[in-house]
């Protein structure tokens, strides 16, 4: 029996490295070794509870890590007609029969081999160039998240956007509104060197939220407009939220002029501290943007050809022989924006 490593949520924060056996193909599937693995926040949401949710009591079930892998196709069941051994491929964890992939079903990215279950390209996955590094391939998944919000602001050129959140998905959503040609984008953190990485893949301006006031500061950047009262706000048209705190709500509702649109892609922590009547004050549009309805293989191909500016989101490239470093990292607020596990690439 040919066996493989995988990755398990283990003790509360800690992963469990396993010996299992490898999957066998069936003849509608392929199986992928798997070449470079992104660490998401939905990851560590597992870790922090110490595996999937089972019950009201607290219970939870150990479950296989990892739903941004990037690999190659190993061996193809006789009847994929349209993947062969060697393509370079990113997978749709949400496709899988058996489950999400790393989010509570039975498969895990974070494998040396994964079972792509009824192999379709444009389905279950998506072929790559070559040319592309399998750890900015495995960048697909977020930044197809990423789209789905831009997506969901239908921003036009002529927008003036603001993103809260330098993190990938806020850079990702970034660069694809600056792709789209988008006039002016802002993006708002806490962390210096996070703004430093905003600026370097194309944002327009920065706002240091820890030490700023965003409205002024947005008011200075895209003008002064005012609410439904003709009250004085920022001239922003868009705001992004891939941050989810409490207080970037607030901060959005606070500079909010008439007809101002909100995207939320970020997990919010609860809060009754939102003013709602600030948003009645500016008809503020609330639009809530989940996963990838259509994105997640529509990213691949500019992902592909832009692949030096997303390379730019990884702060960190961990080999699966370290992947205990690589997940610590993921969990220890401020170590690191974005870490790829990397399986001798």
Partial sequence: ????????TGAENKIDVVDVERPVPGPKDALVRIRACGICGTDTFFLHLGGMPTGADGSTRAIPLGHEPAGEVVE????????????RVVV??????SGIIGCGGKLGGMDEYLLIEDAVVGKSVAVFP???????????????????????????PGDKVVVFGAGPIGLGATIWLKLRG???????????????????????AVIDSASENVTARLTELHGQAANALGQPRAGTDIYIDAAGAP????????????????????????????????????????????????????????????????????SH????????????????????????????E
């Fill in 1 to 8: 029996m040919a066996t493989m490593k995988s990755v398990l």
């Fill in 76 to 87: 193809v069941g006789a009847e994929v007609t349209d993947l062969k051994v060697g393509n």
């Fill in 92 to 97: 749709n964890p949400q496709d899988a029969s």
């Fill in 130 to 156: 070559d040319h592309v590094p399998f750890n900015v391939a495995a960048l697909n998944e977020p930044m197809a998240v990423a789209r789905h919000c831009v997506n969901r602001s239908e921003a036009k």
């Fill in 182 to 204: 988008i006039e002016h984008v802002v993006v708002a953190d806490v962390i210096p060197e996070r703004l430093e990485t905003a600026l370097a893949i194309g944002a327009d």
């Fill in 247 to 314: 207080a970037v709500f607030q901060a959005a509702v606070d500079s909010a002029k008439w007809k101002a649109k909100l995207v939320m892609v970020a997990v919010q922590k609860k809060s009754d501290a939102i003013d709602l009547g600030g948003m009645l004050r500016s008809e503020l549009t609330l639009i809530a943007s989940q996963g990838y309805p259509t994105e997640i293989f529509e990213v691949t191909p500019e992902l592909a050809e832009h692949k030096d500016r997303f390379a730019r989101l990884i």
């Fill in 317 to 344: 490239r961990v080999p699966f022989a370290e992947v205990d470093r690589a997940f610590d990292l993921a969990l220890t607020p401020g170590a690191a924006e974005k870490v790829v596990v990397t399986f001798d």
